[in-house]
């Protein structure tokens, strides 16, 4: 190697920038090939879906995955999937019990476009069960994945403060793969759902259990969402999730966000 005397400080101090600048053009193009993606939002409920999607492409997250719950919530996250990169969920939630008569159309709508790569969000909730009553909540559920699975493909679940009623079912239907939105379970929940095979859906809201989730669950069954713009603001904060996740597992941001959205890809085929 060969090492070169500079004549002047200014010619030193050039050298020196371009080598910054070098680095920066590195770090610049790395963020455009790590693969990010956001598994789990609702980009009907933005004011401008259009300009959020274009944020997000442009910061590198390739994939959103926008999810219905409701008749009016799966009509919005269809439309969404004329756009590159979007995909879509559909079903019918535990909050919208009334829209339960739709669910026959929910197979017909999955047949007719193949960016509606699952059904969700779908699952019980402790907060409408003096509503709806937890049994019918649970009939709903269970009507929805046997449709999952005369399909086969993968369902998106909403389990506010109920995963044990959750999991219950989900064992009921051993050949479905189930995503586990917004998770709030404890680790032994997660990696008990992990060894059957499921994914571990990490939101925004990092509270101290899942952070323990995050640093004893393996990284292959793990996915980032924003379920923007109810909790997150936007796709763009799975990368703050991306940057916690690298952290805590001694990981490249480049290698985690890229793992992270081949586990979405290999979960729904995509």
């Known amino acids: 190697m060969q090492y070169r005397a500079y004549d002047t400080d200014s010619e030193k101090i050039k050298a020196v920038s371009m080598t910054q600048l070098s680095k920066t053009v590195i ?3 790395l963020l455009d090939r790590a693969e990010m993606s956001d598994a789990h939002c609702h980009l009907e409920l933005f004011k401008n879906p259009l300009d959020t999607i274009a944020k997000a492409r442009e910061e590198g997250i390739g994939i959103i995955i926008t999810s219905g719950g409701t008749v009016d919530g799966n009509t919005g996250a269809i439309e ?4 590159d990169g979007v995909f879509a969920t559909i079903g019918i939630d535990p909050s919208a019990i009334e829209d339960a008569d739709s ?3 929910i197979e017909m709508q999955i047949k007719a476009n193949p960016k509606i790569i699952g059904i969700g969000e779908i699952g019980l909730d402790a907060k409408y ?21 005369a399909l086969e493909i993968p369902v998106v679940v909403h389990a506010r403060s109920m995963m044990k009623h959750v999991i219950e079912i989900i064992e009921e239907f051993p050949k479905v793969r189930f995503m ?3 998770f709030d379970g404890a680790l032994e929940e997660a990696q008990k759902l992990a060894g059957m095979g499921h994914l571990i859906s990490i939101p925004p809201r990092l509270s101290s259990n899942r952070k323990k989730i995050i ?6 069954n793990i996915v980032v969402e924003t379920d923007s713009p109810v909790a997150g603001h936007s796709p763009l904060d799975v990368k703050e999730t991306l940057e916690v996740i690298a952290k805590m597992k001694d990981i490249s941001f480049y290698d985690v966000a890229s793992m992270v959205t081949g586990n979405l890809k290999r979960f729904f085929y995509i």
């Open 27 to 29: 770090k610049e193009n």
């Open 80 to 83: 969404m999937t004329n756009y």
């Open 103 to 105: 669910i026959d159309d």
């Open 129 to 149: 069960t003096d509503k709806y009553g937890l049994e019918l909540q649970k009939d709903i559920f269970r009507e929805q994945i046997k449709i999952a699975e």
């Open 180 to 182: 586990m939105h917004f």
């Open 215 to 220: 640093k004893h669950l393996d990284i292959r």
